[in-house]
């Protein structure tokens, strides 16, 4: 890349982030320090703040790197991840958001822990909802590093380590300074800057090709080196009863994923009503349905217009389609046009990973400071101490994160996402549907519940072609791989709710009918509802 692309790139990137740090001070200086203002923003967003919040924190850089990437490397295959993650937001409205809201104060584990025994609960709700979270970060991370790259035109080690050591320094700071109400304006300010990139993106690849969106996919094909093959299924999925395995796995892992989400979870809190809550979600699924059909577009025509082999030598895993798009339609390398289009999306893309990390960060770390610290310590917390510990938790979560996204530098983005989203679906997803519509689920099944799901989704990932046994492997010079599919969801899914089922009906615990008539009320009428 020039000159020009860096400069500009960068001091696009470097207004975003003064605009945030700005908006972190300011709402630092507001905050008196509770629990609910740090966990939650204090409750005092609308339904449409927080409907682009959602949004500017569900559209991640899975959705607007590795997606995209995939559509352009594989056609029709790549589209399962836009079906997925959009189809996942039907199962949110109709059985999460308002039940959620009405039932829990800030995280997963306070649904689950209104009629259980909280201390084991929370220890493993908590411990799933870091795991996941951490997970999720690894591959934002990985974004980060594959765009610096790009962006400064070195694909060496150190440029990409410094690249994700900076974003992990700077999701700190968002987080541990100014809480909810920081994260939810940097993502709201994300959100707006993302779907007006992408919606120049898409009119700009739509006029290239005169509005014709046939003649787009035909280009696309025909570019592709597979010809019919690239706009049907089967490119990357329909190789062998292996790969189709593969592709129901991680179909069920994107639908069943995002209801299991930490970070999506405790976005329910920061509204002040279940009906709110509602409404929200309602205004993200418009949102977020949009900027995937745009996805769609612009995976197509990354295809057309740069070429599959062009995005391949750029990054072998497709992170990098959308800034060669922007570059080409803007005008190509040496142009001005180019130079700026280039600049705005990458600092767009930026902005994404900062605001997604943002909020992962801080739902991690209330999990670490609400559910296991203040399960682990036997004396009552106080708040302050709480937030005190969650701002610290942060920290080391941010040094987790950034160690392993530098060991994943390789792998796309959207791939990482889903296998995120697997552990989600796996552990976080049976305890909170058994919690809410089982009257008999006891403690034990509950912590088998998550346990189940966890231990057998993380155990097979590395047993998995991801780690080891292939090129493209985490490990490429070892073999260790036992399980043939690369997403678990297929196997650890059922598991995690066989494991719930087992657990209850082995347990000799009697269930609280009082308690379970007291959630039923509160999460349908919302009586008594933080």
Same mark, same amino acid.
């Given at each position: 890349?020039?000159?020009?692309?860096?400069?500009?790139?960068?001091?696009?990137?470097?207004?975003?982030?003064?605009?945030?740090?700005?908006?972190?001070?300011?709402?630092?200086?507001?905050?008196?320090?509770?629990?609910?203002?740090?966990?939650?923003?204090?409750?005092?967003?609308?339904?449409?703040?927080?409907?682009?919040?959602?949004?500017?924190?569900?559209?991640?850089?899975?959705?607007?790197?590795?997606?995209?990437?995939?559509?352009?490397?594989?056609?029709?295959?790549?589209?399962?991840?836009?079906?997925?993650?959009?189809?996942?937001?039907?199962?949110?409205?109709?059985?999460?958001?308002?039940?959620?809201?009405?039932?829990?104060?800030?995280?997963?584990?306070?649904?689950?822990?209104?009629?259980?025994?909280?201390?084991?609960?929370?220890?493993?709700?908590?411990?799933?909802?870091?795991?996941?979270?951490?997970?999720?970060?690894?591959?934002?991370?990985?974004?980060?590093?594959?765009?610096?790259?790009?962006?400064?035109?070195?694909?060496?080690?150190?440029?990409?380590?410094?690249?994700?050591?900076?974003?992990?320094?700077?999701?700190?700071?968002?987080?541990?300074?100014?809480?909810?109400?920081?994260?939810?304006?940097?993502?709201?300010?994300?959100?707006?800057?993302?779907?007006?990139?992408?919606?120049?993106?898409?009119?700009?690849?739509?006029?290239?090709?005169?509005?014709?969106?046939?003649?787009?996919?035909?280009?696309?094909?025909?570019?592709?080196?597979?010809?019919?093959?690239?706009?049907?299924?089967?490119?990357?999925?329909?190789?062998?009863?292996?790969?189709?395995?593969?592709?129901?796995?991680?179909? /069920?892992?994107?639908?069943?994923?995002?209801?299991?989400?930490?970070?999506?979870?405790?976005?329910?809190?920061?509204?002040?009503?279940?009906?709110?809550?509602?409404?929200?979600?309602?205004?993200?699924?418009?949102?977020?349905?949009?900027?995937?059909?745009?996805?769609?577009?612009?995976?197509?025509?990354?295809?057309?217009?740069?070429?599959?082999?062009?995005?391949?030598?750029?990054?072998?895993?497709?992170?990098?389609?959308?800034?060669?798009?922007?570059?080409?339609?803007?005008?190509?390398?040496?142009?001005?046009?180019?130079?700026?289009? !280039?600049?705005?999306?990458?600092?767009?893309?930026?902005?994404?990973?900062?605001?997604?990390?943002?909020?992962?960060?801080?739902?991690?770390?209330?999990?670490?400071?609400?559910? /296991?610290?203040?399960?682990?310590?036997?004396?009552?917390?106080?708040?302050?101490?709480?937030?005190?510990?969650?701002?610290?938790?942060?920290?080391?979560?941010?040094?987790?994160?950034?160690?392993?996204?530098?060991?994943?530098?390789?792998?796309?983005?959207?791939?990482?996402?889903? /296998?995120?989203?697997?552990?989600?679906?796996?552990?976080?997803?049976?305890?909170?549907?058994?919690?809410?519509?089982?009257?008999?689920?006891?403690?034990?099944?509950?912590?088998?519940?998550?346990?189940?799901?966890?231990?057998?989704?993380?155990?097979?990932?590395?047993?998995?072609?991801?780690?080891?046994?292939?090129?493209?492997?985490?490990?490429?010079?070892?073999?260790?791989?036992?399980?043939?599919?690369?997403?678990?969801?297929?196997?650890?899914?059922?598991?995690? !709710?066989?494991?719930?089922?087992?657990?209850?009906?082995?347990?000799?615990?009697?269930?609280?009918?009082?308690?379970?008539?007291?959630?039923?009320?509160?999460?349908?009428?919302?009586?008594?509802?933080?």
């Amino acid at each position: 890349m020039t000159g020009h692309h860096q400069t500009l790139a960068l001091l696009l990137f470097s207004a975003f982030v003064a605009v945030t740090l700005a908006i972190t001070t300011w709402v630092s200086r507001n905050r008196h320090g509770s629990a609910e203002e740090f966990y939650a923003g204090g409750r005092l967003f609308s339904p449409l703040e927080n409907g682009f919040a959602i949004a500017g924190d569900y559209m991640s850089a899975a959705s607007f790197l590795g997606v995209t990437g995939l559509i352009s490397l594989f056609g029709y295959d790549g589209l399962l991840y836009v079906v997925g993650f959009l189809v996942a937001w039907l199962l949110v409205l109709f059985l999460v958001a308002e039940l959620v809201r009405n039932c829990g104060r800030f995280t997963l584990a306070d649904v689950v822990a209104a009629r259980m025994s909280e201390r084991p609960v929370r220890i493993a709700a908590g411990t799933s909802s870091v795991t996941v979270s951490v997970l999720y970060l690894v591959a934002q991370m990985v974004g980060a590093g594959s765009l610096v790259a790009l962006l400064l035109g070195r694909t060496s080690e150190a440029a990409q380590a410094w690249t994700v050591i900076g974003v992990g320094a700077l999701m700190v700071i968002y987080v541990s300074m100014g809480g909810m109400r920081a994260t939810t304006w940097i993502q709201i300010v994300k959100a707006v800057l993302l779907l007006g990139g992408t919606i120049a993106l898409t009119v700009l690849v739509l006029l290239r090709f005169h509005g014709d969106f046939d003649r787009l996919l035909l280009t696309a094909a025909e570019r592709s080196g597979h010809g019919d093959a690239f706009l049907a299924p089967g490119l990357k999925y329909g190789g062998s009863w292996t790969a189709r395995f593969d592709f129901i796995s991680l179909g /069920l892992a994107l639908v069943l994923g995002t209801a299991g989400l930490p970070h999506i979870l405790s976005r329910f809190y920061t509204v002040p009503t279940a009906r709110a809550a509602r409404r929200s979600v309602l205004w993200s699924i418009g949102l977020i349905g949009g900027f995937y059909l745009m996805t769609i577009i612009l995976g197509f025509g990354a295809a057309a217009i740069v070429g599959p082999e062009a995005v391949r030598g750029s990054n072998a895993a497709g992170n990098t389609a959308v800034p060669l798009l922007a570059l080409d339609l803007g005008g190509g390398a040496d142009s001005t046009g180019g130079t700026v289009l !280039f600049a705005i999306v990458a600092a767009v893309a930026f902005a994404t990973i900062l605001a997604v990390v943002a909020g992962i960060t801080l739902a991690s770390s209330a999990s670490v400071a609400h559910d /296991l610290y203040a399960s682990l310590r036997r004396r009552r917390t106080e708040p302050r101490s709480e937030v005190a510990v969650a701002r610290v938790a942060s920290v080391g979560i941010g040094v987790v994160a950034i160690g392993l996204g530098l060991l994943a530098r390789d792998l796309n983005v959207a791939f990482l996402v889903g /296998l995120a989203f697997a552990v989600a679906a796996s552990a976080n997803l049976p305890v909170l549907m058994y919690s809410l519509f089982w009257r008999g689920f006891t403690t034990r099944g509950a912590v088998w519940a998550v346990y189940g799901g966890l231990v057998p989704a993380l155990g097979l990932v590395v047993l998995s072609p991801v780690v080891s046994g292939s090129p493209e492997s985490l490990f490429p010079g070892v073999d260790f791989q036992y399980f043939p599919l690369q997403n678990p969801g297929l196997v650890s899914i059922p598991l995690g !709710f066989l494991a719930g089922w087992l657990g209850t009906v082995t347990s000799a615990e009697v269930p609280d009918e009082a308690k379970h008539a007291e959630t039923e009320v509160r999460s349908l009428t919302g009586a008594g509802a933080a």
